[in-house]
T-cell receptor, first 115, second 112 residues
Framework: KAGVTQTPRYLIKTRGQQVTLSCSPISGHRSVSWYQQTPGQGLQFLFEYFSETQRNKGNFPGRFSGRQFSNSRSEMNVSTLELGDSALYLC??????????????FGEGSRLTVL | GEDVEQSLFLSVREGDSSVINCTYTDSSSTYLYWYKQEPGAGLQLLTYIFSNMDMKQDQRLTVLLNKKDKHLSLRIADTQTGDSAIYFCAEANAGNNRKLIWGLGTSLAVNP
């Protein structure tokens, strides 16, 4: 069974640009969660999607958005990039809602550098 | 609000036991999890424990839960260099639309 796939793995952007990251969950998984990981802040929850609906959201500004498609693939977008957005963005899939299962399967992440 | 705390670093010698500690504040937690992140990789679920259990053992891993003190620990027996990683503690409350609450992670260094 293929794992969680995130693309791109690495990318460099400049301030003010926007970026779109993609995540393909494990086949059959309907929940996709996104996290931002930085050395100082640890793992910060961005949002969770389940059956194309955002079910939960972390404390990030509106520049961070996401969506989920009917095949459960998900994208997240960050607009007007700031230097502080440099981070590893992790996607995780789960068979059900995260709060009910807690068993997340993570991708290897997309490392974003903002210059 | 809910919080999960872990010490940031732990260093052990190869072959010794490692104990990684975690405290949490949510008294209605139902599940508590340990995830491992190796360098350059995503997180992987190591083990979890239901809140009505005191202990769970899985090969070299032993999880102890003290619900009264809201303290969770992960013991790794016979620690190997391949165990060097960041270990995250997370807790879940199975209410509607509740998210996992994560600790900052404990970086375990295993010295030969």
């Amino acid at each position: 069974k293929a794992g969680v796939t995130q693309t791109p793995r690495y990318l460099i952007k400049t301030r003010g640009q926007q970026v779109t990251l993609s995540c393909s969950p494990i086949s059959g998984h309907r929940s996709v969660s996104w996290y931002q990981q930085t050395p100082g802040q640890g793992l910060q929850f961005l949002f969770e999607y389940f059956s194309e609906t955002q079910r939960n959201k972390g404390n990030f500004p509106g520049r961070f958005s996401g969506r989920q498609f009917s095949n459960s693939r998900s994208e997240m977008n960050v607009s007007t990039l700031e230097l502080g957005d440099s981070a590893l963005y992790l996607c995780a899939s789960s068979s059900g809602l995260v709060a009910n299962t807690g068993e997340l399967f993570f991708g290897e992440g997309s490392r974003l550098t903002v210059l | 609000g809910e919080d999960v705390e872990q010490s940031l670093f732990l260093s052990v010698r190869e072959g010794d036991s490692s104990v990684i500690n975690c405290t949490y504040t949510d008294s209605s937690s139902t599940y508590l999890y340990w995830y491992k992140q190796e360098p350059g990789a995503g997180l992987q679920l190591l083990t979890y424990i239901f809140s009505n259990m005191d202990m769970k053992q899985d090969q070299r891993l032993t999880v102890l839960l003290n619900k009264k003190d809201k303290h969770l620990s992960l013991r790794i027996a016979d620690t190997q260099t391949g165990d060097s990683a960041i270990y995250f503690c997370a807790e879940a409350n199975a209410g509607n639309n509740r998210k996992l609450i994560w600790g900052l992670g404990t970086s375990l260094a295993v010295n030969p």
